[in-house]
């Protein structure tokens, strides 16, 4: 493609608005009569609500409305039990605490180890708290462990990782007779539009979900909350718009995490590199909720003959995890290129060598279909290139003093590549102006930014002259931004907009240029025949020409995912330093290479890789919820003590894409990028731990305390 | 939060009268970066808030022969700043970059970080009654316990987390504490109270009484000192154990030493041990690790906090031998 725009960078359309502060997120909406709800939590971890005393809140001047939302019995501390709107935040502050709850407190389990002992309480009514939901097996794992040259086993944990968006969980909601308006801080605005429906009992067709701008989300937001529903309630019943913002204490109690794994692995692997078995026995918790899978690395990304996985998850008296950037394949990736390392490490040979003797060309592990395009060995040779592999200390922990260095890598695998059916129109007004919709949303990576990208690469204008509208879910239907796919799924469909667009332009100025449309060429604003440049007639005189506005519609085809494996790829690589006697690792140096198809905006898709990176460095190093064991009640729900990276602890980070374009993939050749950047980030890290002190941590985050504990492990030669 | 009032007096007199007189309960604002946090979790609900910032004269810095005198008022930034501080005791100046972050260092002030409250985080979760707010339990002894006290806990296992104190008391500061009944000088280090002593206060400054300046004598000649704070993140975050070392060292022997740790118990901790076993004697890195093991002997850390003692002797080593 011989692109203007396309693959080049562009700065965001709606950066200057974000950056002076005018760009309106949910928690600046503020409506007429606009009142203020708050919700009650329960305190314990397990109870029975004999009642709900609701009277002298109600009672308290100022408050227009107060519901109880308990039903029965709460599972977990945080758990809503209650709430108020009230015509300021102080008095449905103070209303909460006249809300009377008669608790008839029950046994709880919180910590998800003790909940697979016997006798633990039990979390769900009539079911374990341990429950087998995934599985996979191929070839003879035993018989594969025996042709091995070497075995090893490892336990790889990760950690309770909050979200933590800069934009807590927020809903507006404004009643008109029947109709509904909710603002909310969403990843999916028809998502949510549908929920209500469902929640709320009304007519779909008669609810708007409105999202501007959002301060991020990253899985938290994927579909309708409890708070949304509450919002709409007391605004139904109140009478008023109504407002609930969660706190950012609430963020860390009630509206999910990142689910842990506790992965145990067993593998085979041949003096030269051959991996003959693996087997991954995974103890996932999510709460009251299912935790993650984790297996799609191990079953995927190496051709390994014989395969086993089994994966429980267990249920404790905490909230319900949820998606978190790349659920699953980010704990799993942390395990399974952690254990590569190990294997890699019990023959003597480079870690990079291992895997790409273990390559695949097809899904599977070379027992599925061919994957449609797989440039991993690209972003092995890139990132091995920039990082300076060669570098890297050939025998884990070969360095002296009392600072170590080393170089580690990981791969990343996902799917996101994009979701057909997905809509987009093209709007061409008869002044020459054009605007660009689609029912997607911004969650922040530059949404917009790329749809003003493919409507000026395609209309022959410039990126500022395309008027973008998202975020609401009046407009035509797109999927949730999550799973990487808002890119694969909306800029195929405002391209293939476009480009009817254009067909219909050039139809048009055919007329005026008495040619053949077919021979009608566009450039820079303008529509002649070939060889009578001279000639020409402008854009605006062709808009014009079209008397109203034109909508022309666009949708993301299906692609043949019966023949062909379709799947994104990257390979990190970081350079640590650890200290031995502190236990503290710093980043020094990070390369991330990536394949994501066909990139459409270089510049905010390097904002991805660096935000992927960013956070996964985090998680490796600082992030980890702390639960009171007794109460089940977070003892870091704030960004004090769950620490999050900052500036200082992010190293320069040097971003490639590897550029291989999917042409059975969309009409773009696009594919997502938002959580691939994110996968194999901790894993990387933790490999370079491993390489610079030469124990495996094998447990993010890698604090001094965990860092210390694997050195003495070391010296204990286990 | 709770509804509270606020006061702002003019002068010291004002503000000693006020504290005096009135029988209301009372939470003093410098800077109020932590303060307004607390009010607004309802972790603080005083029914008075009595702003600091406009008393004349308790802000500032002032040079004399016999030493500094550094209002309590003083931003943290300034301190960090001064051509005083900057030249005669290096030791603050480090300490005083380490803390929180520059948003946090231009308002926060000197009096400020000496008095702050814990972070322990049982103690602030405003619905945990610990025994620091009146409560019969310790909830962080049997309960998650990664940054808590490893020594000098006992119904009680907060830290300090004061970066400043540790520094100023390796230096022998002294502090000044006013109220209508009169003045008194103490060494900041008596400043501090052990759980043992007092659960639910860090400091003795008494209900009416509030702090009027901290006095830093002059440096003796070749003195030096070091403050090294092993913490998690590259900012924005406190000790996990930190070493202030003050003292002067000529031919490799230490004369005059004095060793504070920060982080690890619930007062800026005095290594008196340690200082003892340095003392006299040339400096090595085997001597300044036996110190620190000297000095953490009588540690007892809980279930999940051993790894800071670890961290504790490093940075007391790296402190001592930062003075050669």
């Not at chain 1, 919709?437 to 990208?453: E, Y």
């Not at chain 2, 307004?36 to 309802?42: F, Q, V």
Request: proline share 5%; charged share 25%.
């Amino acid at each position: 493609m011989d692109a203007k725009y396309i693959g080049k960078a562009t700065p965001r359309v709606d950066g200057r608005k974000v950056v002076t502060g005018r760009a309106e997120y949910t928690h600046d909406v503020r409506l007429k009569d606009m009142l203020f709800g708050m919700i009650l939590r329960s305190p314990h971890a397990a109870a029975e609500v004999v009642s709900v005393d609701l009277a002298q809140a109600k009672a308290l001047p100022g408050v227009l409305a107060a519901l109880s939302l308990a039903e029965g019995r709460v599972r977990y501390a945080g758990q809503q039990v209650a709430a108020v709107a009230a015509v300021d935040e102080r008095t449905a502050e103070k209303a909460l605490g006249l809300i009377k709850v008669d608790y008839k407190v029950l046994p709880s389990v919180v910590e998800w180890e003790k909940a697979r002992e016997p006798g633990a309480p039990q979390v769900r009514e009539a079911k374990p708290n341990v429950e087998k939901f995934s599985e996979a097996a191929r070839g003879d794992v035993e018989k594969g462990l025996k042709e091995a040259d070497a075995v090893i086993e490892r336990t790889y944990r990760t950690a309770f990782e909050v979200h933590n968006p800069a934009e807590t969980h927020a809903s507006v909601a404004a009643w008109e007779g029947e109709r509904l308006t909710v603002y909310d801080s969403t990843q999916n605005v028809h998502g949510v539009r549908d929920g209500l429906a469902r929640a709320l009992k009304v007519p779909a067709a008669g609810i708007t979900v409105i999202k501007h701008y959002m301060g991020g989300g990253f899985g938290s937001k994927l579909g309708l909350g409890e708070h949304t529903v509450v919002a709409a309630l007391l605004a139904r019943e109140a009478g008023r718009p109504v407002r609930v913002a969660l706190s950012r204490r609430e963020n860390g109690m009630c509206v999910g995490y990142r689910p842990s794994s506790f992965q145990t692995y067993k593998a085979g692997i041949k003096k030269d590199g051959t991996l003959t078995a693996l087997s991954l026995v995974n103890y996932a918790s999510g709460g009251i909720d299912y935790g993650d899978e984790v297996l799609e690395p191990a079953v995927d990304l190496y051709r390994i003959p014989n395969v086993k996985v089994e994966e429980f998850s267990v249920f404790t008296n905490t909230g319900a995890g949820c998606a978190c950037r790349a659920p699953g394949n980010t704990q799993g990736m942390f395990g399974l290129e952690g254990l590569m390392d190990e294997l890699a490490a019990a023959i003597g040979m480079d870690p990079l060598e291992v895997r790409r003797k273990n390559y695949t060309t097809r899904s599977q592990g070379d027992t599925g279909l061919p994957y449609s395009t797989k440039g991993l060995d690209l972003c092995y040779a890139a990132g091995a290139k920039a990082i300076g592999w060669e570098r890297r200390n050939r025998r884990p922990g070969e360095g002296s003093g009392p600072v170590r260095r080393g170089i580690g890598m990981s791969s990343s695998l996902w799917w996101g590549t994009g979701v057909p059916g997905t809509l987009a129109d093209i709007v061409l007004y008869p002044d020459g102006s054009v605007e660009v919709v689609s029912g997607t949303q911004d969650i922040g990576t530059g949404t917009r930014t790329h749809m003003a990208v493919v409507a000026a690469e395609t209309l022959g204008l410039e990126p500022k002259d395309i008027v973008v509208n998202v975020g609401s879910s009046d407009y035509p239907w797109a999927p949730a931004s999550g799973g990487s796919v808002t890119t694969p799924s909306v800029a195929p469909a405002v391209r293939e907009a476009a480009l009817k667009a254009v067909a219909r332009l050039k139809q048009v100025a055919a007329g005026k240029l008495k040619a053949k449309a077919e021979d009608v060429l566009m450039d820079g604003r303008r529509f002649f025949v070939k060889g009578a440049e001279d000639k020409p007639v402008a854009w605006a005189d062709v808009c014009r020409s079209l008397r109203r506005e034109t909508v022309f519609h666009g949708e993301a085809a299906a692609y043949p995912q019966d023949q062909y494996a379709f799947n994104t790829f990257g390979a990190h690589f970081a350079e640590v330093e650890v200290d031995l006697e502190t236990g503290k690792v710093r980043v020094l140096r990070y390369v991330a290479a990536q394949d994501s198809g066909r990139i459409i905006n270089r510049q905010t898709a390097e904002s991805q890789v660096v935000g992927g990176i960013t956070q996964g460095l985090s998680a490796a190093l600082f992030e980890e919820r702390v639960l009171d064991s007794a109460t089940g009640r977070s003892v870091n729900p704030n960004l004090r003590d769950y620490k999050i990276a900052t500036s200082l602890d992010i190293p320069e980070i040097e971003v490639i894409f590897v550029d291989v374009v999917d042409e059975r993939l969309n009409i773009l050749g696009a594919k997502g990028l938002g959580e691939p950047a994110r996968i194999p980030s901790s894993a990387a890290v933790g490999n370079a731990v491993f390489n610079a002190i030469g124990v495996h941590v094998r447990e993010i985050p890698m604090t001094p305390k965990r860092v210390l504990e694997a050195l003495k492990r070391k010296e204990a030669g286990s | 939060m709770r509804e509270f009032r606020i006061a702002q007096p003019r002068t010291v007199e004002e503000l000693a009268a006020l504290l005096a007189e009135t029988k209301e309960s009372v939470a003093l604002m410098a800077g109020g970066t932590d303060l307004i946090d607390m009010l607004k979790s309802g972790v603080a609900a005083p029914d008075l808030v009595v702003d600091l910032q406009g008393v004349e004269g308790l802000a500032g810095i002032a040079p004399g022969k016999d030493g500094l005198r550094i209002g309590p008022l003083t931003r943290v930034a300034a301190l960090a700043a001064d051509p005083a501080v900057v030249r005669d005791f290096p030791i603050l100046k480090e300490a005083a970059l380490s803390l929180a972050t520059p948003q946090l260092r231009n308002v926060g002030t000197v009096g400020g970080n000496l008095c702050q409250r814990p972070r322990c985080w049982y103690f602030r979760d405003p619905e945990v009654a610990c025994r620091k707010k009146g409560g019969m339990r310790c909830f962080a002894m049997r309960g998650r316990n990664k940054y808590h006290a490893v020594l000098g806990g006992g119904g009680c296992f907060i830290v300090h987390p004061s970066d400043l104190a540790p520094a100023l008391i390796s230096l022998g500061a002294a502090v000044t504490v006013a109220s209508a009944r009169g003045e008194k000088s103490l060494p900041l280090e008596d400043f501090y109270r052990l759980p043992s002593v007092d659960v639910t206060r860090e400091t003795s400054l008494g209900r009416d009484e509030f702090l009027k300046d901290v006095f830093v004598p002059a440096p003796k000649p070749g003195q030096k000192g070091a403050y090294v704070k092993l913490k998690e993140r590259g900012t924005w975050d406190f000790a996990v154990a930190s070493a202030a070392v003050s003292g002067v060292v000529k031919g490799g022997v230490a004369s005059e030493i004095a060793i504070v740790a920060g982080g690890i118990a619930p007062v800026p901790w005095r290594m008196k041990a340690a200082e003892e076993i340095l003392r006299g004697k040339p400096v090595t890195e085997a001597l300044a690790a036996r110190a620190a093991a000297a000095a953490l002997k009588e540690a007892s850390p809980l279930a999940e906090n051993a790894y800071k003692l670890e961290l504790a002797a490093a940075a007391v080593k790296r402190a001592v031998l930062a003075l050669l």
